[in-house]
Structure formats: C-alpha cells, structure tokens
C-alpha cells in the first residue's frame, strides 16, 4: 500500500491538465495517475495500423483509453465557447470558464509552437445564410490542430510532467473506500491511498463512476443521450463552410417533429473512424493537419437529441440498444447512401461499387432505417435538405451515411463551484463528471481543480 497527497483516476483531457497545472507550479504534493490504458506512444488502432479492416472490439480500446483519453486520437478541436461542450460555466461562472478555456488553449498553443489556425463564427456572413433557411450557426472560437500534432502536443506535455507525476497506465480502479479521512484506491496493481481523490475517467468511465457515487450516496442527473449518423462527402461541397470557420456547429429544430438536430464534430479531408465504448462499436471523424495523411472528404456527424421524462431514467441504455442492433446486423458500423435511404432500399455491395463518393472507413453495406428509429431517422433526412441549402450537393444520392453515432453523456453529478461532490476532498471532472462534453472544457475543468489544489499545499520555491 503506498500515500499519495492525491491520486487522480483518469488520464483524459483534465487529467492530463491537472499534471500539467501541478508541474508548473510546482505544488508541495505527492501526486499519483492512475489510468487504465496505454502510454501515448503504445496506443495504436489496429485499423489504423493497418492489420484489421474492422474493429476487432480491443480491450480496453487505444481510441477512448489512455493517455490524453479519447481526445488524443481526435482530430484536435479545441471549441473555446460557452453555447455548447457542457455546462462548466453554470459552476465556476461565464467569464472564468471562458477564461480557463483560452488560458488551455495558450497552453496547447506554447506546446505547438504557436502555429495551429484559430477560426471563429462570429460576424460570420455563414450565420445569415443558415439564418435565411432556419438554420442557427452557434458562435465559437475553434483551434484545430489535428490528430498529428495533438499526438505531438500531447506527447510535449507528458515528458514534461512525468518526472513531476506519478503515471501508471494498464491500471484499472476497482473499488474505492473511505476511511479516517483517506482514500483507499484498490486497482488491478495494488492498493493506493490518498487526501484528496479526484474522478477524471471520462465517457469510458461512465458505469464505473455510477456504481462509485451510488455508493458514496452522491445525486447523479440524467443526461441526455444524442443519437445519428457520421455524414461523409466530397470535401468540395462544405469547402466555402469549412475554410471560413472549419468547425460549424449548426442547430436545426426540424418541422415534423419539433427535434432538435446538429452537426458535430466537422473533418474537412478527414477520416471516418471506429471506437469502442463499454464493448459497443460505434462511429466517430478524425482529421490530420499533414496533407499527405488528409483525403478528399469531408465528415461530420448529425445528431439527433434526446431527452427523456419521467420515469424512464437510463438514457445511456437506450443509445447503447441502438448502437448493438447495428453492431448486430452490420458486425459494427453500417454504411448506407443517401439515394438508397430515402427510396426505401438497403445499399448493397454492387450498388457501393457505384457510388461515387469514396468511404475512408470499412463498414458494412445496409439499411440504417432497420436501426435507427424513425423519428430520429426522419429528422435526420430533414436536417440534410436543410443542409443543402446552404451547401448544394449534401442531398447528393451518394452521400454516405454511417451508423451509428452516439454520444453518450454521463450523468451529471452534483459539484459545488470547487467540483467537489458532498464527500469532502472528493473532486469531480471532466466528461465523466457530466458537466463538460468537450476537450476544452474539460481541459479547463483540470485546470480549476489543479489550482484550488495548489492552494491547498502549496508551492515548493524552486
């Protein structure tokens, strides 16, 4: 059994910014980082890598686990934005989640030398365009950096604390206790001990961190579960969109059914990726800044969001029935054209043979209208000639649909503004805690931690 000052479960985005905070600063503190996947140099797709055509369901997966979390292999967007990516704001206030936001990406940007673009929406003459089609462009400011170079900025920021913070990857958290004050973390290494204990596991961790504030008897919300497909098309249709403010984040409230439907998670020359949440494949978008490594479409996700009444509360449960009923039929992800979709007929091998537009993800041929459910589907096809009319040519018949995509959302846990749960010296953060849903906030959510922390102990004079 080993002490720590504080232990830190998880590795993601605010993980890897509680690391960077505490060795900047120096902090007066032994700190320990348990994950339960690989250091960043070992984490390698096999589809990536060439040596499997589909996900072979790796456990845990290199995409969502490990160092950086499943930020790492993303494509690097870095949305600096109170209107979406979580609810940071709501804690620690408007003006301070924006300026940790900005403060990360000041960070990131010193580790990258400085180079990544930042685009912004705002006075966008995009946003009058939408505004004509009911279409409403969120403002944001957004740095790219790319999967490549988010590796590299990664890579910087762990060498740099490693010899500060004790890392161990390959480690799986399994029980957590409290006792006299102190923490006892019990792991597939050993037992570890701690003052303060801070939850960082992110989506991946989501069942784990249920079952831990069940068990410290600490109110959980439900969240909403967001469902749809990855679109991928000839880059040349969102080309006017993209090299203006590359990621737009779109809302539409769709006429049949009054759903809300956006896009997410924009790759110009992009690729269509696997990832392995709980054991469920689902779909995702990467992007590189090297053009030798870029292609020539462009993906993005539609989503369709979900909320749910009273007294059905396991809105995760039933994205994950959706996404196994494509894992069912298509053995992962389903792959369908647009044409095929809405003349009511499966896209087969023969007809894949035709399309024009090139898939960059192996997927099997099918029909998405035997997975996703038809208010959600209808919505999407809406959100898609919707779509066309600001960027002619997405209703294309060899537009290719992937599915599905799902976001999941843990539940919210109750935080105060320090994100400290009602068990004293026990932190919440990041995705897992529910309260962001993207890297920057996350990123950020680290940060506020880390400092509140460093009061606490204190510095060591260097």
């Known amino acids: 059994m080993k002490k720590y000052d504080i232990i830190v479960i998880g590795c993601g985005a605010s993980g890897v910014f509680i690391a960077n905070e505490f060795t900047k600063n120096n902090i007066d503190a032994n700190v320990l980082i348990i994950d339960k996947g690989k250091i960043i140099e070992e984490r390698l797709c096999p589809i990536n890598i060439k040596k499997v055509e589909r996900c072979i369901s790796c456990n845990p997966c290199d995409i969502m686990n490990g160092y950086g979390g499943a930020g790492t292999l993303s494509d690097g967007k870095y949305n600096i934005t109170n209107n979406f990516g979580g609810d940071l704001f709501k804690y620690i206030g408007p003006k301070e989640a924006i300026s940790l936001m900005e403060y990360v990406d000041s960070v990131l940007c010193e580790y990258d030398g400085h180079t990544a673009p930042l685009y912004s929406t705002t006075n966008s003459d995009l946003k009058t365009t939408a505004l004509r089609h009911d279409l409403h462009l969120l403002d944001a400011k957004v740095r790219h950096f790319g999967t490549d170079r988010n590796i590299r900025i990664l890579k910087h920021i762990y060498n740099y604390t490693k010899d500060k913070i004790d890392m161990i990857f390959n480690t799986e958290a399994r029980e957590i206790e409290k006792k006299n004050d102190e923490f006892i973390v019990k792991t597939n290494k050993g037992i570890f001990t701690s003052n303060d204990l801070v939850l960082a596991t992110g989506r991946s961790g989501s069942r784990w961190l249920a079952d831990i504030c069940k068990n410290f008897d600490i109110k959980t919300y439900s969240n909403q579960v967001d469902i749809g497909v990855r679109v991928e098309l000839p880059a040349e249709i ?195 805690s529910g309260v962001t849903h993207s890297l920057s906030q996350a990123s950020a959510s680290g940060v506020h931690v880390a400092r509140r922390l460093i009061e606490k102990y204190g510095t060591i004079e260097a």
């Open 238 to 432: 969102f080309k006017h969109i993209t090299d203006e403010v590359y990621e737009s984040k779109i809302v539409y409230l769709t006429s049949k059914y009054n759903d809300l439907v956006r896009t997410f998670c924009m790759n110009p020359y992009g690729h269509v990726v696997a990832e392995n949440t709980n054991g469920i494949i689902t779909v995702n978008g990467h992007a590189y800044s090297n053009k030798e490594l870029q292609t020539e479409n462009t993906n993005f996700a539609l989503l369709v969001s979900n909320r749910f009444t009273e007294p059905f509360k396991d809105s995760n449960d039933y994205g994950e029935s959706i996404a196994r009923l494509s894992n069912m039929l298509g053995g992962g992800v389903l792959l369908q054209r647009f044409g095929d979709l809405v003349k009511g007929r499966r896209s087969s091998e023969r007809r894949m043979e035709k399309c024009f537009t090139r898939p960059t993800l192996k997927a099997t041929p099918g029909d998405l209208s035997l997975v996703i459910p038809k208010r959600q589907l209808d919505s999407i096809i809406e959100m898609i000639y919707a779509l066309d009319k600001i960027a002619p040519g997405t209703a294309n018949n060899d537009t290719l649909l992937y599915g599905v995509e799902v976001k999941f959302y843990n539940s919210k846990i109750e935080v105060d503004e320090n994100l400290q749960t009602r068990i004293e010296n026990l932190y919440a953060i990041g995705d897992g």
